[in-house]
């Protein structure tokens, strides 16, 4: 196709809508000013719930005219998103997913990963706000232990666990003991997680701190007590940063079941405020719902990166893959065993957590190593707790005022 239209741009923009508000509860979205990618990607959403051809092969056309990977905020969503909307139209999503997964784990390395989880880190607190807040409570709910067994269930290589060792060989009483079993749940990361497991044990033994590390590459729905090597000597420790989100929504209640049967001191949980899971039977809510929350997920890359970034356009294709597989793959499709990445709310997560777990209130040590945190990073960023609501708990970290991550714990 030729390059974009002036006109075609004209009548995208003249078609967004006015209001400046971005709603994050269960309303209809508001389109932010003059963001033209928002309008035509909504219809062009609905145009396929209503199975409408015509509509859907032109608004296909002009967004393909309209987007690119490589333009400004609004072409880099229309691209992405596009991607996912001619896959849902086409019924062809399971191969795009495939297709985009396998090009991703060929270029996937130790060495690559690891440089850009520390730029990301470096220029947002996006990763680092539940690191600092889940190894807070851990730290305080394990003190004075001497057998230590945390059960890591995230995909952040092993990068929260330093500061903790470090913390942990500073202890004024003896060293305790930590064993670290890691739990991996994407696909992608198998392919480096022996180096990390090396680097880790190097760490340790630099720190003085009696270390195991082990690794488990079981789906969750199908851990047991067994599988994880739990001792009864040991004091337990269950970190889940934006892994429960991978697992089916039906299987969700059975996991936590298993998180008590273990019987730890304390579960910590992270994850990105966004709702893909109590929407997922209606197309467009659930598109506009995922459009919301990659739009300030894609603003907050493009302040906090310099235009050329190399690591800025690794993210954004990590959200394509994502994007897809929530929009054009069918719900239950179990994809080389991983499940869509049906994202909930902090209320929705406080809720199946009250059913067999206690919320633990972050201590204002916590609370004020977070704020500190934040203080290292650009003007936009903040902490919120709770809403006020009974049903919530934990922090959230803002960015402009937003809720885009959450961070609880529980016994």
């Known amino acids: ?56 092969h032109h608004l296909l056309w002009m967004l393909n005219e309209l987007a690119s990977p490589y333009g400004d905020c609004d072409q880099k969503l229309a691209s992405y998103f596009l991607q996912a909307l001619f896959s849902k139209a086409t019924e062809s999503g399971q191969r795009c997913y495939k297709t985009l997964t396998s090009v991703a784990e060929k270029s996937h390395s130790f060495d690559s990963a690891r440089k850009l989880i520390l ?115 040991e004091v337990i420790a269950i970190n889940c940063i934006g892994a429960l989100r991978r697992v089916a929504v039906e299987e969700r209640s059975s996991v936590i079941e298993l998180f008590r049967s273990l019987n730890p001191k304390v579960v910590t949980i992270v994850e990105e405020e ?61 994809i080389e065993g991983e499940c869509a990445e049906r994202r909930e709310k902090g209320s929705q997560w406080s809720e199946r957590m009250k059913a067999a777990f206690s919320p633990v209130g972050f201590s204002d040590d916590v609370v004020d190593d977070v704020k500190a945190l934040l203080k290292r990073y650009r003007a936009g960023w903040g902490l919120m707790q709770g809403d006020g609501h009974e049903d919530q708990t934990g922090l959230y970290l803002t960015w402009k005022e937003e809720a885009v991550v959450w961070a609880s714990a529980w016994k």
């Open 119 to 233: 730029k990301f880190q470096e220029v947002s607190p996006w990763t680092t706000f539940g690191h600092v807040a889940a190894n807070g409570a851990i730290l305080e709910a394990l003190d004075g232990e001497k057998n230590l067994h945390i059960i890591d269930i995230s995909n952040t290589l092993c990068t929260q666990w330093p500061t903790l060792l470090e913390s942990l060989a500073t202890r004024t009483d003896e060293t305790p003991h930590l064993k670290l079993t890691v739990v991996v749940t994407a696909s992608i990361v198998k392919s480096v997680i022996k180096e990390i497991g090396q680097r880790m044990e190097k760490f340790a033994r630099l720190m003085g701190v009696p270390f195991e590390f082990h690794v488990r590459s079981d789906y969750l729905g199908e851990l047991t007590k067994e599988k994880l090597c739990v001792s009864e000597d």
């Open 1 to 56: 196709m030729q390059s974009p239209n002036n006109n075609h741009h004209q009548q995208a923009q003249n078609s967004s809508h006015t209001s400046t508000t971005r709603s994050s509860d269960s309303g209809e979205p508001s389109a932010p000013n003059n963001k033209w990618a928002f309008t035509l990607l909504k219809e062009c959403a609905k145009a396929i719930s209503d199975k409408d051809s015509a509509k859907i």
């Open 274 to 334: 966004a709702d893909f899971s109590s929407n997922r039977d209606d197309f467009v809510k659930c598109f506009e719902e995922c459009l919301r929350f990659y739009t300030l997920y894609f603003e907050m890359l493009e302040e906090s990166f310099m235009p050329t970034s190399n690591e800025r356009l690794m993210l954004e294709r990590e959200c394509s893959r994502s994007i897809v597989r929530v929009l054009a793959c069918e719900l239950e499709e179990n």
